[in-house]
């Protein structure tokens, strides 16, 4: 064994992406450069319109770039990956506006994103309430959306978030509708499920103490990251 250790390649890397809109006269992002480790935690900070939920949309598979590469385990997202097949298996998305179908129960809710990989109802309803206690809200199964508080809501979102056991969870401001107590808790739940499974976590935030709770933080500025 040599004394030199070999750099572990990058399970997540965008190079050179540059997203535009309304033909070209709105950059929101102007050749990025990142490369994310397999476990990592990440945070992304930047005032509004800086480009930080465009970069996370494009490493979810959520859009694609104008141009540039996603890059996902060195194969590129859109080409080489099939992006539906990329966001129902390897990753898991927690918004600040929570997403819940408003018709549906929490323990629906969380299996919605199953169906995209043909669990059987038995174990899609299995795996959500296991989810759901896990979040501590065993006694909120049967709970419709506008019947959970703020922080319930977001629980059963990252629930929901990690149905199908994905590899990367993408956070966009994730406490953006919380009060500073329910923040707290959501920051602890999501750095404890990102340390107990060795999942990569990337947030979006704007909030400091949140960005240097995180090892490694990056500023995105007008479209590019800051030196």
Known sequence: MTSEMTKASPQLEVRRLRKSYDEGRIEALRGVDL???????????GVSGSGKSTLLQLMGGLDVPTSGQVL???ASLGT????????ATQIGFIFQAFYLLPTL??????????????????????RAEALLVEMGLEHRLKQYPNELSAGERQRVAIARALAN?????????????????NSARI???LIGIQQKRGMT?????????IAQAAPRHIRIRDGRIEP
């Open 80 to 87: 080489a990956i099939d992006l539906d097949r990329y966001r």
């Open 72 to 74: 996902f385990e060195n």
């Open 201 to 209: 976590l990337i947030v979006i935030t704007h909030e400091q103490e």
């Open 35 to 45: 490369s994310v480790t397999a476990g990592e935690f990440l945070a992304i900070s």
């Open 165 to 181: 056991d994905p590899s990367i969870l993408l956070a966009d401001e994730p406490t953006g509708n919380l009060d500073s107590v």
């Open 187 to 189: 920051m602890e739940m």
């Open 105 to 126: 129960r929490a323990i629906e809710n969380v299996q919605v994103p199953m169906l995209a990989i043909g669990l059987n109802s038995n174990h899609r309803a299995e």
